[in-house]
């Protein structure tokens, strides 16, 4: 049975970098080949942000407009995980940060719909 797991949060200074790690286990390897992973996150008392998408083919998209260029998404399909990078950081940036799979029979890009995580806590802060 498909289960997420994100690692890599902490605290960082504001301009510093975090590396988050979104793993599949409980699948085969190469199983992102199968899954459309979505980034999310939500910080206390708003709403959850999607922040980006690597579907199934490999392709990345960045959705929030306050990241784009401070954030990439990547993958490493051996090893089911997938990361996203985070450069310039800014205090806005604290939330829990979650990754969700989408299996690629259910939707065609990224969705709420799936398999979700823990979460991550990322705080910048001086």
């Known amino acids: 049975q498909l289960q997420l797991a994100e690692s890599g949060g902490g605290l960082a200074q504001p301009g510093g970098s975090l590396r988050l790690s979104c793993g599949l286990s409980?699948?085969?390897?190469?199983?992102?080949?199968?899954?459309?992973i979505g980034w999310f996150r939500q910080a206390p008392g708003k709403e959850r942000e999607r922040i980006s998408c690597?579907?199934?083919?490999?392709?990345?998209?960045i959705y929030l407009d306050s990241v784009r260029g401070r954030f990439t998404v990547s993958r490493d399909s051996a090893k089911n995980t997938v990361y996203l990078q985070m450069n310039s950081l800014r205090p806005e940036d604290t939330a829990t940060y979650y990754c969700?799979?989408?299996?690629?029979?259910?939707?065609?890009?990224?969705?709420?719909?799936?398999?979700w995580g823990q979460g991550t806590q990322v705080t910048v802060s001086s």
């Open positions: 969700a799979a989408t299996h690629l029979t259910i939707a065609t890009m990224c969705s709420t719909n799936g398999v």
């Open positions: 690597m579907d199934a083919n490999g392709t990345p998209t």
């Open positions: 409980g699948v085969s390897a190469f199983s992102l080949d199968y899954y459309h």
